[in-house]
């Protein structure tokens, strides 16, 4: 029997992230993307760096300094994974600013001209100059660093600039300074021309101007360059105050050792080996971009106004009715109805914001539980929760303080829902909470009826409106009765039964998913046809994979979508023959996990909040969820479907690692366009015109 745990069948994850931000950044080049919408993606991309180089390689980086010796799932240790990345990641930044130029190039022919100061004309410097004195000047502030001016502290994702000056009247005594570019200031900068419209960026007008910061003194040579630290949050399990603990935490993240330096290809030397001195930086952290320091920054000026041309046609989802009906209560008789499939940004996440609005101000409505991963700063959701308490109802929440990147703002929320009387659970010692659910208790004649609401993505109706997720609402007592069994073993003591539903990590997501699996191979081994779709946003559990393995080489046939990391090896002969891999990467970003298993007889489709990682099934509290109802079912099956045969935003996955990019002239299929055609017509049309395809799906 073959070893499925050899490391030859694994890829590491770390260079599988890095090929995932390459097929974003090659949105930048699809001819169906509109020209901002391209400019778009490359600032995705630049940003998506920025959070692998803060989370990602400096915990690598912490582990080689630490001396700890640990291989990944391909037998890389931590010192063989960095010089990979370091390659790889050049290689990726290079392509990165050669589409940038590019676009800039297509800029111009829209009249949309990115200069150069010294390139400017004297009436455009004239007021370039007066903008600065009045607008720049005052708020930078020059740092000298010398012996009685240590180097400064720079802030993580920061632009500076280094100078070298020195007295006019004496040019053997050299100085160095430290130009901080205001993060508060526009990055870009329009200055008044009558033909075109001309942009200079803000760290280029300082250092054109650099002399007035210098009075009496020349200018010698200016580096610009650009820090990144590590943001790993470092947090005791064991604090007492788990609040107190994160906030500590968030303010050493400002502080975090530098993982990467990035200056532009016209950078001096000298300058560069003072500014890592100063950092206290290796050479390995040095990146040189080939162009402008920081594309995210663009990600405003997509927006430009004007140019709507340029961008995706405006896009408004489908309102359903019950959120139209002034009616209080319709929410609720719609989910009484039956169970309802909601497929986000299609379905408009109102429903969602109006099912927690209504209940709170419902006077049958006794008790509201929810689980708050990210939440917006302004959400409504929790306007809901605070409202739902002031009206003396019982609302706990378990809001998870977390979840990187959005600590402080969940923090606030967190003491916002406490202060309105909401019972606050600051999540759990060792675990993440990353279930998406929502119970609420209403009292209806005699009886209490539970409503629940089961989701792939977070409570945030911001990203809602461009993550694509799925939501279950139901108000079935199996369903209710394994959610109250849910929030009672999160919020107290209570020991987890039997469930009759929900499948919960850590608890029994690893287990089911194994033991389903196992019933595709066992109905092949009956001589029937074993299929596995499983759509997820990364798959890298070694356990996982190698029965994924084991099932293909039994002739179970294995198609995944994943949008992001993937250290499976599709089609290798004898050991992943019948497992395909493709990868979606459009408009909006492939967020749901959508799972089918033809061979299991009670319910073959599931929506789970969990990827396929370690950190999901046994680090985090997950759920996965039966959809049991043939109707959602159904069109489960037919979202599947359209991401199988999708050949204009799908990339393929070869044995070797590398993807194509899957294109028909033909008969071409978006999903995502599909869906959004589709949004406003009923599903059952959207069922009708997809039974015209050859089926690829069974139930």
Known sequence: MKDFHNPKYYFNRELSWLKFNQRVLQEAIDRSNPLLEKLRFLTIGSSNLDEFFMIRVSGLRHQEQSGVVKYDAAHMDAKAQLKAISEATKKLVSLQYTYFHDILKRLQKEGLHFVKVKDLKESELRWLYQYFRSHIFPVVTPLAVDASHPFPFLVNKTLNSVVKIHPIHDVKQEKMAILPIPSVLNRIIEVPNDVHRHFVMLEDVINYYCEDFFVGHHIDSFTTFRVTRDADLDIEEEATDLLREIEKSLRRRRRGEVVRVEVCQNYSPELLEFVLQGLQAKKEAVYIAEGILDVSSFNEFCNIAGYDHLRYTPFEPKELDCVKEKDPHSIFAYIREKDRLLHHPFDSFSIVEEFIARAAIDPDVLAIKQTLYRVSGDSPIVASLVKAAELGKQVTVLMEVKARFDEENNILMARRLEKAGCHVIYGLRGLKTH?????????????????????????????????????????????????????????????????????????????????????????????????????????????????????????????????????????????????????????????????YFKNHSESPYYISSADWMPRNLNDRVELMVPVEDKALQETLKHILQLYLEDNQKAHSMRADGSYRKVIEKDHKVSAQTFFMKQCKNDREILIEKMNTWEPILEL
């Open 435 to 595: 279930s998406k659910i929502t119970m609420v208790v209403r009292k209806e004649g005699e009886v209490l009826r539970r409503y629940m609401h089961f989701a792939t993505g977070n409570y945030n109706g911001k990203t809602a409106r461009f993550y694509t997720d799925c939501g279950l609402l139901t108000c079935r007592d199996s369903y209710a009765d394994d959610s109250s069994l849910f929030f009672n073993t999160i919020s107290g003591y209570a020991e987890a039964q039997e469930w009759q539903r929900l499948i919960v990590a850590p608890l029994t997501l690893r287990t089911a998913l194994m033991n389903l699996i196992d019933g595709e191979i066992q109905a092949v081994a009956a001589g029937k046809e074993g299929h596995i779709v499983a759509k997820m946003n990364s798959l890298l559990d070694k356990d996982i994979i190698a029965k994924l393995y084991e099932a293909s080489c039994k002739g179970v046939k294995i198609d995944l979508i994943v949008r992001g990391i993937c250290t499976l090896r599709p089609g290798i002969e004898g050991v992943s023959d019948h497992i395909t891999v493709r990868s979606i990467v459009g408009r909006f970003l492939e967020h749901h996990r959508i799972l």
